[in-house]
């Protein structure tokens, strides 16, 4: 079974470019978690879907962030414009929950490594 | 407000030699624990969770922890440490269903280095 695909792998842009990241989740998954990771940190939450609707994006800055899963399968998480603090791990994860309880663990991708110069 | 502690930056070990990676935690109610690794250049990977029962949960590549409600604590721990088992490890808490849900939230990590 293919775990959760992301892409790119890596991403260097100038400052004030916009970027794009592109998640798979697990198949079947309902729900889908874009984290953020700096370094020598844990991740953090930026937003959640669960099937299309985003039902947790408290912490998704949004003024440059914003974030689209068409059709419930398929998301992109978008920077416009990039600032020089944006540099980290941005992670997706999917999970499949079935009740409110949210007690299933999440499935992680490799992540995309994002440098603002 | 939830919140997790991982007291060590870095746990080194000998190969061979038991492993233990602490984990502390701060729910209102009751917590859903989980332990993650993150291998280089890596995605993280669930090693094992508590949500309810028995206190000592078993998970993968030999891993164990021990959930501990009266020390709020949840620490990893394997008998055996292999080389192999070098990586970042991740503890993480979520406050259990009171009729809304609970992000995860996660600590900052702690890097397991088993020597030879």
């Known amino acids: 079974e293919a775990g959760v695909v992301q892409s790119p792998r890596y991403k260097i842009i100038e400052k004030k470019q916009p970027v794009a990241f592109w998640c798979n989740p697990i198949s079947g998954h309902n729900t889908l978690y874009w984290y953020l990771q700096n370094l020598g940190q844990g991740p953090e939450l930026l937003i959640r879907y669960e099937n299309e609707e985003a039902v947790d994006d408290s912490q998704l800055p949004k003024d440059r962030f914003s974030a689209e899963r068409l059709k419930g399968v398929d998301s992109t998480l978008k920077i416009q414009p990039a600032e020089l603090g944006d540099s980290a791990v941005y992670l997706c994860?999917?999970?499949?929950?079935?009740?409110?309880?949210?007690?299933?663990?999440?499935?992680f991708g490799p992540g995309t490594r994002l440098t603002v110069l | 407000a939830q919140s997790v502690a991982q007291p060590e930056d870095q746990v080194n070990v000998a190969e061979g030699n038991p492993l233990t990676v602490k984990c502390t935690y701060s729910?209102?109610?009751?917590?859903?624990l989980f332990w993650y690794v993150q291998y280089p250049n890596r995605g993280l990977q669930f090693l094992l969770k508590y949500i309810t029962g028995d206190n000592l949960v078993k998970g993968s590549y030999g891993f164990e922890a021990e959930f501990n409600k009266s020390q709020t604590s949840f620490h990893l721990k394997k008998p055996s440490a292999l080389v192999s088992d070098s990586a970042l490890y991740f503890c993480?808490?979520?406050?259990?269903?009171?009729?809304?849900?609970?992000?995860?939230?996660f600590g900052a990590g702690t890097r397991l280095a088993v020597h030879p």
């Open positions: 993480a808490v979520r406050e259990g269903f009171s009729g809304g849900y609970n992000k995860l939230i």
């Open positions: 729910v209102s109610g009751n917590p859903y």
């Open positions: 994860a999917s999970s499949l929950e079935v009740d409110p309880t949210g007690n299933n663990e999440q499935f």
